[in-house]
């Protein structure tokens, strides 16, 4: 069975500063995909960061990077110069293709101050 | 470019009525189509996936059913509609079932 977990419930940050959010999954497959996506107040699902686990270089998209630590099993999302338009529900997931769907995690609530 | 619809975008339903989702994808060929539901603040509980045209997999028991009637449609059904079906529905596809998925904007049930 596959696990994803979000520790943090509700993350804040002020505007330009950075953040990390935290996210540890557990899978007995070695081959598989990691995924942050935005859930903004519309609810639409939005895709942020992907990783292979086969890669061991962390994925970069503009301000969202992860910290990609495969033998701890962990998946930490940083965003950097945090803007009012991050604010949203982010959703760690994995995906091992075996079980032909992606596992979300409950979920980290961030809230961007001025 | 690919574009994912969904609609209705808000339902409102008594218990025990019927019920149709419908989600198209458009500017894609075969893909993998998938339906989940969101209860509110949770995260999201795979329903049914398809890998094609009248293959629809199940992935929890429950008062739901789907189908795909064309490569690109997916329908989400009930018969009679249960309170605990109120939620928001999220149609999603994947070129790669092990890759990441695209989701449509949702379709918010209340079953009253």
């Known amino acids: 069975a596959q696990t994803v977990t979000q520790s943090q419930p509700e993350m804040s940050v002020q505007e330009a500063e950075t953040v990390t959010l935290s996210c540890t999954y557990d899978t007995s497959e070695s081959d598989y995909y990691l995924f942050w996506y935005k859930q903004p107040p519309s609810r639409q699902m939005i895709l942020v960061i992907r990783?292979?686990?086969?890669?061991?270089q962390n994925a970069t998209e503009n301000r969202f990077s992860v910290n990609f630590q495969k033998a701890a099993k962990s998946f930490s999302l940083k965003i950097s110069d945090s803007q009012l338009g991050d604010a949203a529900m982010y959703f760690c997931?994995?995906?091992?293709?075996?079980?032909?769907?992606?596992?979300f995690g409950t979920g980290t609530r961030l809230q961007v101050t001025l | 470019s690919q574009t994912i619809h969904q609609w209705p975008a808000t339902l409102v339903q008594p218990v025990g009525s019927p019920l149709s989702l419908e989600c198209t994808v458009e500017?894609?060929?075969?893909?993998?189509l998938y339906w989940y539901r969101q209860a509110a603040g949770r995260g999201l509980q795979l329903l049914f996936y398809?890998?094609?045209?009248?293959?629809i997999s199940s992935e929890v028991p429950q008062n739901l059913s789907a189908s795909r009637p064309q490569d690109r449609q997916f329908i989400l059904s009930s018969k009679k509609l249960l309170l605990s079906d109120s939620g928001f529905y999220l149609c999603?596809?994947?070129?790669?079932?092990?890759?990441?998925?695209?989701f449509g904007p949702g379709t918010r049930l209340t079953v009253l």
């Open positions: 997931a994995l995906n091992t293709g075996t079980a032909s769907k992606l596992t």
């Open positions: 500017g894609t060929s075969n893909p993998n």
């Open positions: 398809s890998v094609g045209i009248g293959q």
């Open positions: 990783q292979e686990a086969y890669k061991q």
């Open positions: 999603a596809w994947s070129v790669l079932l092990r890759d990441e998925q695209f």
